[in-house]
């Protein structure tokens, strides 16, 4: 039997393993300060690289980064009803701009300096952007307005989970402005599509792209897309979402515009977001036993050399040799980029400096030893096939240039693979189904990870969606989205409600 | 006479023309929220590039990036007591987690949910970092720590001004730990180092790397570092400052390692950081009565493409002839990467759009005509040298081949013109002087502008420091530094106190 270096497992306790990876890879910590995490450089590192390639993305659609303050006045909040409720809840609030010493060798916050209003940190910038918008667009040649910003956002979590629930998180946020709801709707898509392309080859996620239902739109959207992915919990991740706002922030905002023939119109407007939580989704999907598992496309390092040094003079050769390799690897292109190695000098034990490595989820490790240069050699260990058959760890003795050679093909196949496993899992895990009988049979046993279900409904509404709701609430499971593209009839009568079926919508316990 | 683009000249109202750049180049603009601005498309495109560059070299130097909460508890500031005292009096407090409506159709932060301990926006971060430092350290082989983090920052400053000094801004504070002092120090300087080549490499600002006196020093720092550029009107700007903290903070928070020896020492930290704030010395730095001038290392478009356009369908070919030449333009390589080079295709007339680029200050506006395209010529308009003699637009007709050869190095040269003529005004603005009769002449005349002097000093501290600092704010000045790198005597007795002098400092007004 393998010894595996967590020490949990999935099967033993999925939510204790998901905790035990993020200490074990070093990717974050509590902070002290509640609801909030440390994100420590491994885990950063993966936020950087990810951002950089939506970052790429984000502007080669036509969008512009800007910045827009972490404070939103409370009158802002109120001019948006729908928003507000939605909001209204767990915010955090500013009410003070100065402390002073309480005479007892402490501080608080001085009753001199109370604001006159109160401000919200914010939750998301729909409303102070909109702000924005109604002093930038004035004509239809002020559109569309195309923006984005990378910011922290705050939501006060009762119960929080690191990556998947934290009080503060980073993200970012598109918003933009349109002249038409046609315009609009496109950009809601087309910006859902940029999430599941950044998923699904960046991340090696797959996901379901698809339009969530009416109770879980985003407060004041006329409509909320998302990415859906599978955990291997079977539960779903909400890893993107895409608003279409029509004119509801405009008319609170009052964004208006003069149309070609003069006339004042409404702008039609969209928000767009993915966050931190993203990394939850790495970790639960990619993730074994030996901890994470990172696509090399978001991987800080794709390549990290650990040489087993000795404290002796040799020691130095052993280093040039592991230098050497380190900068003809970089000078390779894998996946459209220059290769990221790392040569790990700490001073640690090799073979503690390997398992450090395993855990964090490097895609491929190499060990250089004195036989391994001696013989013009690497050991090579690729983290998405980490075992043999025989249960030894599948380290193998290649040739230096050999290696150099190969080392692209091999980082776009640990990417590639990772996709792939992710990817059977998902589509062997989502199970079409016409009666709710099956699905109540199949949650009665706690036991069972059955993924999720693909049924037929008749998108019912208003107090007829509550009851489906309800009835779902109490198995835990939730409409997760009616999945794009569908053409031509669901296919049986709505699973709810027995009324013709309208579409099809997938429905899972989530995160 | 020339007729300039911005209603005000840097001669008539310095402080007036600084808002102007700011809104004429559409760099930044109220946010409505106090002392908060919005960072536009193009300010915010600033800072990314300065984020880039600056980031490539913290990486270059063994920094890893990482991510810390905006929160502070109140608590964590009462530990290190002279950084409570510099930094207690201005800070945003969250003490309510929840907002509830208030019966009237307003909000209100809910009684309820009032936080135990009040939290604190970070106005830095070496309390939160300390902290978790104390964590990481247990041994001489976990140090050094040297980490980075990109983040937002709130000082509530009672009178703002864009990108100089605002509630909110964005910075990187970088906090390292170490086994000793001399390590620390080191570490310091390397890092002001970093930001000297930052700043006059890449932003083209001419500075003196120096130490700040005691007076200046960040609160709870056993020595603070900057460096100072000089704007056009004389005053300095502190650019980026560096602090050795010796093992102040590691006192506070309890960062402590065991030596190789096994006894328990306490760490030597340092930490350092620049923000949006360099943009403002880019401003009053590069700027002219036009408008912005960005140094292209940092342009967001180093070149812009302005065809002109006639809404005729002899437009496709012009738009064509400009697409090729954006295309070929990209595949050129200028200052290390390759060039930034914008197609504006806005519906607006081509001279609206040219000047729109004068006053944001694209280093190179091509101006394409139906006329230049049947001579294979573009009309080139450099940003540094804007006029001719005879005060026209120095538009130049170049061969559109020649053109794209040459970009490079026209690019490399604005870059090094923009430094050149800066650095000319602040060799030509520092002025050794001997006593003090002749500053206080010197400042006489308020309509004068005498730059910084340069002075002999014999460090005075305690109650002899606080007379100098007190006769230098009657004329409003302040000790800028003591620039690196004095050897020597200082060679004058103490301007200030006669007594014999240690070294030499920078004397001016300041932003």
Redesign the interface.
């Known amino acids: 039997m393998i010894k595996h270096a967590l020490p949990v497992t999935r099967e033993a306790d999925f939510a204790a393993w998901y905790q035990a990876v993020i200490t074990e890879a070093d990717l974050a ?1 509590e ?3 509640r609801g ?6 491994w885990g ?2 993966i ?2 690289r990810i951002q950089r390639l939506l970052d790429d993305r984000i502007k080669a659609t036509g969008h ?12 802002y ?2 001019k948006e009803a729908e928003h ?1 409720e939605g909001f ?14 309480d005479g007892e ?5 001085d009753p001199e300096a109370k604001l006159e209003e ?4 914010r939750p998301t910038s729909e409303t ?1 952007i909109g ?2 918008f109604a ?1 930038w667009v004035q004509s239809w ?1 002020d559109l569309p307005v195309l ?1 984005n910003q990378w ?2 956002v ?1 939501r ?1 979590e009762m119960r929080t989970r690191m990556f998947l629930r934290t ?2 998180f ?1 993200w970012q946020e598109g918003h933009t402005a349109h002249a038409n709801a046609e315009e609009a709707r496109e950009e809601t898509l087309k910006m859902l599509e940029v999430y599941r392309e950044l998923a699904e080859d960046c991340l090696a996620l797959p996901v379901i792209a698809g339009e969530k239902p009416e109770n879980e739109r985003f407060p004041g959207a006329v409509a909320t897309y998302s990415i859906e992915a599978m955990m291997q919990d079977g539960k779903a991740l909400q890893a993107g979402t895409s608003h279409f706002l029509g004119t509801n922030f405009a008319h609170a905002q009052n964004i208006r515009f003069q149309n070609a023939n003069g006339e004042l119109e409404f702008a039609n407007t969209t928000s767009w977001g993915v966050s931190t939580r993203m990394i939850g989704g790495v970790i639960m999907v990619h993730g074994d036993d030996d901890g994470l598992r990172v696509p090399p496309r978001i991987a800080p390092w794709q390549v990290v050399i650990v040489p087993m040094l000795r404290d002796k003079p040799e020691d130095a050769e052993l280093i040039d040799y592991c230098k050497a390799l380190q900068a003809d690897l970089a000078k390779q292109s894998a996946l459209g980029e220059p290769v990221r190695a790392l040569l790990d000098l ?3 034990k090799a073979a503690t400096k390997r398992w450090g490595w395993v855990k964090k989820g490097a895609p491929i490790i190499v060990e250089v030893g004195p036989r391994d240069m001696a013989g013009g050699n690497v050991s090579v260990v690729r983290r998405d096939r980490l075992y043999r058959e025989d249960g030894k760890l599948d380290s193998a003795i290649l040739g230096r240039d050999a290696f150099v050679g190969d080392v692209a093909d091999m980082i776009a196949d640990v990417q590639a693979q990772l996709f792939a496993d992710a990817d059977a899992r998902l589509k062997s895990n989502i199970a079409p189904v016409d009666d709710w009988a099956t699905i109540e049979a199949m949650f009665a046993d706690s036991a069972a990870k059955p993924g999720w279900f693909d049924v037929a409904w008749s998108r019912p509404t208003g107090a007829e969606l509550d009851k489906v709701v309800e009835r779902l609430k109490a198995l835990k499971l939730t409409i997760r989205n009616a999945p794009m593209g569908q053409t031509g009839h669901p296919g049986a009568a709505c699973i709810f409600t027995g009324a013709p079926a309208v579409e099809r919508v997938l429905i899972g316990r989530s995160y």
């Open positions: 910590e902070s002290g300060v909030c995490m440390v994100i420590r450089p950063y590192g936020w950087e512009e980064n800007c910045y827009f303050p972490l404070f939103i006045p409370l009158s909040f109120e507000v209204a809840k767990e915010m955090a609030v500013v009410t003070h701009h100065r402390l002073v010493a060798g402490g501080l608080v916050p109160p401000l919200v940190i102070v702000t924005a002093r040649r923006i910011a922290n705050v006060w009080a503060e980073l700490k001073p640690a």
